[in-house]
């Protein structure tokens, strides 16, 4: 069973719209989230982490953790054209920090 | 920006022929990674390594050899390629006890015919 769920698969929103989207882990050792953008033809680049409950900001993206819900979230306000990726969330916890990868959310941004 | 170069970025191979993925790390991060990406299943860990002369097992390591002669240098070799393996491979380095970010390749698209 996958430790770290993402929904929803896929987003369509349209530009300058609010992008949200949603991790929920089963582990409830994992203390460290990031979310991760992949733009197509690239690897992985690190977005935002946040290791404590609450809402962490910069620039137009805002992530929020609830540790004791096991949930993250991640929203992107004043959606861009080049904010049209792959987003991942990734979890860890354990003692090698060997983080565990949600499936994905496609997000695509509409003219 | 921490950089990780991969090579080739396109591979085309036969079946039951040797694979070799190349990384190379300036970073000097004492964990490296190499990931699959296949549709549906997001990123799938097959070796990792703590550093020169270690290599550990991932998640799918089945089929799959890694090689770390150095820090800055990771492989993952595919002794007799099969079609199942044909995805796309990144190394990554970065990660480790201080849970720092992961610094990803641009990858390898490899075919087996």
């Known amino acids: 069973q996958q430790k770290v769920q993402q929904s929803p698969e896929s987003l369509s929103v349209p530009e300058g719209g609010m992008a949200s989207f949603n991790c929920t882990s089963s582990?409830?050792?994992?203390?460290y989230f990031w979310w991760y953008r992949q733009h197509s033809g690239e690897g992985p680049k690190a977005l935002m982490s946040i290791f404590s409950d609450g809402d962490k900001k910069e620039g137009r993206f805002t992530a929020h953790l609830n540790k004791a819900s096991l949930h993250v979230s991640l929203h992107i306000r004043d959606s861009q054209p080049s904010d049209s990726a792959l987003y991942f969330c990734a979890a860890t916890g354990d003692s090698n920090y060997q983080l565990i990868w949600g499936s994905g959310t496609k997000l695509i941004i509409k003219p | 920006e921490a950089a990780v170069t991969q090579s080739p970025r396109n591979k085309v191979a036969v079946t039951g022929g040797k694979v070799t993925l190349s990384c190379n790390q300036t970073?000097?991060?004492?964990?490296m990674y190499w990931y699959r990406q296949d549709t549906g299943h997001g990123l799938r860990l097959i070796h990792y390594?703590?550093?020169?002369?270690?290599?550990e097992k991932g998640d799918i390591p089945d089929g799959y050899k890694a090689s770390r002669p150095s820090q800055e240098n990771f492989s993952l070799i595919l002794e007799l390629a099969t079609p199942s393996q044909t995805s796309v491979y990144f190394c990554?380095?970065?990660?480790?006890?201080?849970?720092?970010?992961?610094?990803f390749g641009s990858g390898t698209r490899l075919t087996v015919l």
């Open positions: 582990d409830r050792n994992f203390q």
């Open positions: 990554a380095s970065g990660g480790g006890a201080q849970a720092e970010t992961l610094y």
């Open positions: 390594s703590y550093g020169a002369g270690s290599t």
């Open positions: 970073n000097n991060h004492n964990n």
